[in-house]
């Protein structure tokens, strides 16, 4: 007994240094996890509405359902854009920032700046930029030879890939931040043993940073594929979903679903398959980080 006192004493300053972010976690993430998995078995409709069990009804109608098709399939092509492009030019912008000296701060700064700006703000800019009759982009790519410029969110077909472009743009500065501190985390004499064997900028890049930042990448990587199933802001205030369905994603389709349907179970089924195919994303990058990550 004595023992055992003793031993939940001296766990004690670490269960009270810990609860507080505990309760915080459950209140905001658990619970509404939890509620939410559970709702997805009803009809619930929302505000007071009685709802009752319908077991897998959801689930069945969705994937029947060609919008929540369509929304999957714009998903996936976004990802599939917006993940490689933003790594590579947030690790070209960390290498190439790792070399200044002098401009380093006012790059850095410029770069994360939009960021932290707001993606209500930055749409409606980009909005107005895109503009395919008065927009300045349209005009300069006129100006340089191009008779028929696209018509970026007025277009079906470019909408989708505008929306990356400006997610890319917003985002790239942050991801920056975080490999930039990374590679200033490469040992210094691993560079300069990789001098004295003879290689050049290029193979130290390949044998050297690549490996010693292959953590920090792979972390990238995991926050990056989060934040492309998280897209909404842009969709709402730029497209609304169009032109047509060509914009509409999983969690904007979700918005509709509980906010303007009131079909709070079905969106919540919905939200729920959003949160397998993030886990099954994840699990399979963490089953693959051993072939690629140096610790």
Known sequence: ??????????????????LPAFLLFSVFILFPLIYGIVMSFTDYGGFNLKSNFIGL???????????????????????????????????????????I?????????????????????????????????????????????????????MSSKWALIAIVLIAVWKSFGYYMMILLAGIQ????????????????????????????????????????????FQVFDLVSVLTDGGPGRSTNVLVFRLYQEAFIHYRMGYASAMSTVLFLIIMVISLIQFRLEKKWVTY
């Open 1 to 18: 007994m004595i023992d055992r006192s003793s031993k939940l004493r001296a766990y004690l300053p670490g269960v009270l240094f810990i």
């Open 185 to 228: 985390g490469v040992p210094e004499y691993l560079y300069e043993a990789a001098k004295l064997d003879g290689a050049n900028a290029f193979k130290r890049f390949r044998y050297v940073t690549l490996p010693g930042l292959s953590p920090t990448l792979f972390l990238v990587l995991i926050l990056t594929v989060v934040s492309s």
């Open 57 to 99: 009804e959801n689930y069945v109608n969705l994937f029947r359902d060609d919008y929540f098709k369509i929304s999957l399939k714009n998903n996936f092509i976004y990802a599939a854009l917006f993940v490689p492009l933003t790594i590579i030019l947030a690790l070209l912008s960390a290498v190439s920032l790792n070399r």
């Open 101 to 153: 000296i002098h401009l380093r701060k006012y790059f850095r700064m410029t770069f994360y700046f939009p960021h932290i700006t707001s993606m209500v703000s930055i749409a409606i800019v980009w909005g107005l930029l895109l503009n395919p009759l008065r927009g300045p982009v349209n005009s300069m790519l006129k100006g340089i030879g191009i008779a028929n410029p696209p018509e970026w969110l």
